[in-house]
């Protein structure tokens, strides 16, 4: 089965600055996907990058990019020029391509912004 | 466009009560999901189901049914609730061309 490890359940960093999240995760398939979902405290969950694994250039959505090392099986997502509005726990996510296409969470990380 | 609606919001129960919860998604979706979560853990999937009237299990299902009666709705249900299932429960329906999953707003569920 597969799994999903965020190894920091709390980050912060100062505005303006740059942050990174960790995500490992562990799999057989060749082909899947990859997510990172924000939960602000309004508890909505809000799609924030999406990674396919067969495309070797990583993902970049505005202030936010992935650094996505198959081999490493490791999903990075940076997050530039933090802004208040950033604070949230962030959510890494697994899906194969094959069967239920069901999403594996990791743990979770929460990310303060410092003023 | 509602998208993913879930109801209720919020709910307490008592220990051995029942209850319902319903999903609804107006976006045509085949596949939905309930996953819980609960503090350091993520979220978990309950049951799911890849078209109406059929369900399935995932990482958690005791203690919960499921039915899809309906393409647009997806219930789970509690027959007796224990505190062990306070929790926040999502509903989701699934993109099958991206993968991206549309998520509820969450239920919030406390079992005294």
């Known amino acids: 089965a597969q799994t999903v490890t965020q190894s920091q359940p709390e980050m912060s960093v100062q505005e303006a600055e740059t942050v990174t999240l960790s995500c490992t995760y562990d799999?057989?398939?060749?082909?899947?996907?990859l997510f990172w979902y924000k939960q602000p405290p309004s508890r909505q969950m809000i799609l924030v990058i999406r990674?396919?694994?067969?495309?070797?250039q990583n993902a970049t959505e505005n202030r936010f990019s992935v650094n996505f090392q198959k081999a490493a099986k490791s999903f990075s997502l940076k997050i530039s020029d933090s802004q208040l509005g950033d604070a949230a726990m962030y959510f890494c996510a697994y899906r194969g391509i094959q069967g239920a296409q069901k999403l594996v969470f990791g743990q979770g990380t929460r990310l303060t912004i410092n003023p | 466009n509602a998208g993913v609606t879930q109801t209720p919001k919020f709910r307490v129960l008592k220990t051995g009560q029942s209850m319902t919860l319903l999903c609804a998604q107006d976006m045509n979706h085949e596949y939905m999901y309930w996953y819980r979560q609960d503090p350091g853990m993520g979220l978990r999937l309950i049951h799911y189901?890849?078209?109406?009237?059929?369900?399935a299990k995932g990482e958690v299902p005791d203690g919960y049914n499921v039915s899809r009666l309906k393409k647009q709705n997806f219930l789970l249900g509690l027959e007796s609730a224990a505190p062990s299932q306070t929790s926040v429960y999502f509903c989701a329906s699934n993109v099958l061309r991206t993968g991206e999953l549309f998520f509820g707003e969450g239920s919030r569920l406390t079992v005294l």
């Open positions: 189901s890849v078209g109406e009237g059929t369900t």
């Open positions: 799999t057989s398939e060749s082909d899947y996907y």
């Open positions: 990674q396919e694994a067969y495309k070797q």
